[in-house]
T-cell receptor
Framework: DTAVSQTPKYLVTQMGNDKSIKCEQN?????MYWYKQDSKKFLKIMFS???????INETVPNRFSPKSPDKAHLNLHINSLELGDSAVYFC?????????????FGEGSWLTVV | AQSVTQLGSHVSVSEGALVLLRCNYS??????LFWYVQYPNQGLQLLLK??????LVKGINGFEAEFKKSETSFHLTKPSAHMSDAAEYFC???????????FGTGTRLTVIP
């Protein structure tokens, strides 16, 4: 079973569209994340949720809206997509409170905006 | 705040040769240090991590890293490169109580037959 699964893996869409990426983890973790990897492979956190509550919200356009219906799910909705949103989006999870808690990543969602 | 610097965006080694990927960190408090590997079109997989205790950490696939506080380094090594090691490698840092990882810019490892 995949520990952190996200769908879709590949997404090609036009500018101005709205799209969502779904993420689920079956590790029993209480913290979930969205990271963005740009074309130069740089990884940066976008959002972090702990027990469904937003705890990290980096400088991200408000066109990006995460939603966590429960501890096991963290979805990412993007409105009015722009060319610059093209990137790989990684969902991840970890268990808070553990020393040096490992963050487990999903396989990524490759978003291309045309 | 924490940060990591990975020296060398591309490293090429011959198959069977030593692999050395460099990582230096900056942190005002004791760091937790990680190495992740990303194969083409895949997610990130944890290779190894240092939290406390033994400074030489062994990971999967024959990789190891040594935490050197005096040098603020956490370099990744493998005695003998294999073709399957070709991938992107990321060093990352965190600290106690943090819910985030700060990543370096990555090093692409190429293994030459």
């Amino acid at each position: 079973d995949t520990a952190v699964s996200q769908t879709p893996k590949y997404l090609v869409t036009q500018m101005g569209n709205d799209k969502s990426i779904k993420c689920e983890q079956n590790l029993g973790h209480d913290t979930m994340y969205w990271y963005k990897q740009d074309s130069k492979k740089f990884l940066k956190i976008m959002f972090s949720y702990n027990n469904k509550e937003l705890i990290i919200n980096e400088t991200v356009p408000n066109r990006f809206s995460p939603k966590s219906p429960d501890k096991a799910h963290l979805n990412l909705h993007i409105n009015s997509l722009e060319l610059g949103d093209s990137a790989v989006y990684f969902c991840a999870s970890s268990q808070s409170g553990a020393s040096g808690n490992t963050i487990y990543f999903g396989e990524g969602s490759w978003l291309t905006v045309v | 705040a924490q940060s990591v610097t990975q020296l060398g965006s591309h490293v090429s080694v011959s198959e069977g040769a030593l692999v050395l990927l460099r990582c230096n960190y900056s942190s005002s408090v004791p760091p937790y240090l990680f190495w992740y590997v990303q194969y083409p079109n895949q997610g990130l997989q944890l290779l190894l991590k240092y939290t406390t205790g033994a400074t030489l950490v062994k990971g999967i696939n024959g990789f190891e890293a040594e935490f050197k506080k005096s040098e603020t380094s956490f370099h990744l090594t493998k005695p003998s490169a294999h073709m399957s090691d070709a991938a992107e490698y990321f060093c990352a840092v965190s600290v106690a109580g943090a819910n985030n990882l700060f990543f370096g810019t990555g090093t692409r490892l190429t293994v030459i037959p």
